[in-house]
């Protein structure tokens, strides 16, 4: 029998096989994700699945643009060939994430974000949701090689967002995205489409952020 390939493995079994100065800040932790997400997600997907295995890929995408520090380390993805952009927007590698974060590449320029520094982006939107910022693939409407499929992003606004109180509320944002992927499953290609003002304005009551 052929052994699943460690990108297909799960994101604990990535950060399990990574050497630990692979990480920016140490070994990350994602207890919350097994912890709450559970009960606050809205879909359930069986083991095996198209739509388990689009979103365990994602997952791994998400850990290693956030916290591993070099592309060729990332094991989601052909990080030589791989883009992204969001709304037919301009292009970005995976060196651009790795140099700008993923925060700054996706969300951008926005009345409501001003981009920050790699470590300060991160620091706002785990700030903002204390308690996890949980995503799930809501339904995959295409196989590979081209995904694409719908998701749901949320969390629980806890702490405070450049200046903004808190209210406790869940803010969700949803959106879908085009992925093309290689015979092996890993990334090549996304695109994501959605309105993360419609989102980010929900953290500041609709009111801008102030850009100095």
Same mark, same amino acid.
């Given at each position: 029998?052929?052994?699943? &390939? ?40 069986? &083991? ?22 070099? &592309? ?6 052909? !990080?030589? #060939? ?16 790795? *140099?700008?974060?993923? =925060? ?8 409501? =974000? ?19 910022? =949980? ?13 694409? $499929? ?26 879908? !995205? ?5 015979? *092996? ?8 489409? =959605?309105?993360?003002?419609? $989102? ?7 009111? &801008?952020?102030? #850009?100095?």
């Amino acid at each position: 029998m052929t052994e699943t &390939p460690l990108w297909l493995q799960g994101r604990d079994a990535v950060i399990e096989a990574a050497d630990p100065s692979e990480f920016r800040h140490g070994t990350p932790d994602y207890h919350l994700s097994a912890v709450v997400m559970p009960g606050q997600r809205t879909t359930q997907h069986a &083991p095996g699945s198209l739509e388990a295995i689009v979103e365990s890929i994602v997952q791994v995408f998400e850990m290693e643009v956030s916290h591993k520090k070099d &592309p060729a380390t990332w094991v989601s993805m052909v !990080s030589e #060939h791989f883009r992204t952009n969001v709304n037919g927007g301009g292009w970005a590698s995976a060196q651009d994430i790795a *140099d700008q974060g993923s =925060y700054n590449v996706l969300v951008g320029d926005s009345v409501f =974000y001003k981009p920050e520094s790699f470590d300060g982006q991160h620091d706002v939107f785990h700030g903002a949701f204390p308690n996890g910022f =949980y995503w799930e693939v809501l339904e995959v409407l295409s196989p590979p090689p081209v995904v694409t $499929f719908k998701w749901r992003h949320w969390g629980s606004f806890d702490g405070e967002y450049h200046g903004f109180q808190p209210n406790g509320k869940t803010i969700e944002m949803f959106g879908m !995205s085009v992925a093309k992927v290689n015979d *092996d499953l890993k990334l090549l290609e996304v695109e994501h489409y =959605y309105d993360p003002n419609a $989102f980010l304005g929900k953290l500041t009551g609709g009111c &801008p952020v102030a #850009h100095n």
